[in-house]
DNA sequence: ATGAGGATCCTCT
DNA sequence: GAGGATCCTCATA
């Protein structure tokens, strides 16, 4: 395999909806490892009830903000991290997170850090185990992905073809479930499965 | 200063 | 399929 092309800022610098269908088949690498994404989300900025962006800016949210082609980082549930790529540009929020991919190098280095995995198709199988397979944490956060010299890049991968492309709601939000922004590689054994987000209060209207 | 609620994963049953 | 782990972030006060 050739040396791959790395991804540039101006061609992130679209729609999230759009970047989100660019990104399946793309690689992501830190050290030794490479993941090809198979399944990523569309997150939009002020408009999106369930983007982070939704309640406008603030310090977590603030690299979303920023150019295309960077890394945002974020810490949920007091122990996991995940990752997403900005899309659009300065000043209007946008992302896409990475939900899932197939390890395609490192794969020592891979099950190290995720002993719990059954198979190596579960190794980055969800978007906390994408970012923990990679060794991504919060030290990652604003990254320029399109920076040769950066600790973790973005690269081009095989395309992946339009008719393979599947849409459906995104995983875990309880908002916003009419919207079909999570994408995934039809058939990849690493994309995750849909689970319907947990409790958000149903306002009864009276 | 406080408290509620997560863009999840793992371990059980 | 359910429940717990675990702590950061933000809105409210």
């Known amino acids: 395999m050739s040396t791959p092309r790395q991804l540039t800022r101006a061609e992130l610098a679209i729609d999230p909806i759009d970047a989100a269908k660019l990104l399946l088949g793309c690689v992501l690498e830190a050290g030794d490892v490479r993941v090809r994404l198979a399944e990523v989300e569309a997150y939009r900025g002020i408009d999106d009830p369930a983007s982070h962006c939704y309640r406008g800016r603030t310090p977590r949210n603030e690299v979303m903000w920023g150019p295309a082609g960077h890394l945002y980082v974020y810490f949920v549930y007091g122990m996991h991290f995940c990752a997403n790529v900005v899309s659009l540009t300065d000043g209007v929020a946008g992302a896409v997170l990475l939900r899932a991919g197939e390890v395609v190098a490192g794969l020592d280095v891979a099950r190290s850090r995720r002993p719990a995995a059954r198979s190596d198709a579960e190794l980055a199988k969800g978007p906390a185990r994408l970012t923990s397979v990679l060794g991504l944490d919060r030290g990652d956060n604003g990254v320029d992905l399109t920076d040769p010299a950066s600790p ?52 009864t209207v009276r």
């Open 152 to 203: 973790v890049r973005l690269y081009a991968g095989d395309p992946v073809p339009p008719a393979s492309i599947l849409a459906g709601p995104r995983v875990g939000v309880a908002v916003a479930m009419e919207v079909p922004w999570r994408f995934w590689v039809d058939g990849s054994p690493a994309v995750s499965g849909y689970r319907r987000g947990g409790k958000r209060r149903v306002r």
